[in-house]
C-alpha cells in the first residue's frame, strides 16, 4: 500500500510540474507573439512617419509659394497630417498596452517558475 501512495504521489507531483511547465511555455510563446506584433506596428509607425514627413513637406511647399491659388490644397494635407498623427497616437497607445502586457506575463513566469510542487 505504501508504495502504490509513493508511486502515485510522485506521478501527482509529476503532473503538476508538467502542468507549470506547459503554463511556462505557453506564456513564453505569447510574448514571442507579443514582440512580433511590437516590431509589426514599430514598422507601421515608421512608415507613417515618414508619409507624414513626406506630406509636411508639400504642405511646407504650397506654404511657401507666392500664389493664393495653392492655398486651398493645403485642406485636405492638413487633414492627411492629422490623419496620420492619430494612426500613430493609436499605434503607439497599442504598443505602450502591449509592453504592460509582457510586463504581465513575465509576472506570471516568474511567478510560475517559483512554485514548488
Known amino acids: 500500500m505504501r508504495k502504490i501512495k509513493t508511486h502515485l504521489n510522485r506521478t501527482v507531483k509529476r503532473c503538476i510540474e508538467n502542468t507549470f511547465y506547459m503554463q511556462i511555455a505557453a506564456s513564453y510563446k505569447k510574448i514571442s507573439d507579443i514582440n512580433l506584433l511590437k516590431s509589426m506596428k514599430l514598422n507601421e509607425v515608421v512608415k507613417l512617419s515618414s508619409e507624414k514627413i513626406r506630406v509636411q513637406e508639400e504642405l511646407d511647399i504650397i506654404e511657401s509659394a507666392d500664389s493664393n491659388k495653392l492655398l486651398h490644397n493645403r485642406t485636405p494635407l492638413i487633414q492627411r497630417i492629422n490623419e496620420l498623427d492619430h494612426d500613430i497616437d493609436e499605434i503607439e497607445q ?18 510560475l517558475s517559483n512554485v514548488k510542487p
Open 94 to 111: 497599442l504598443l505602450a498596452n502591449l509592453e504592460v502586457e509582457k510586463q504581465n506575463i513575465q509576472y506570471e513566469i516568474l511567478l
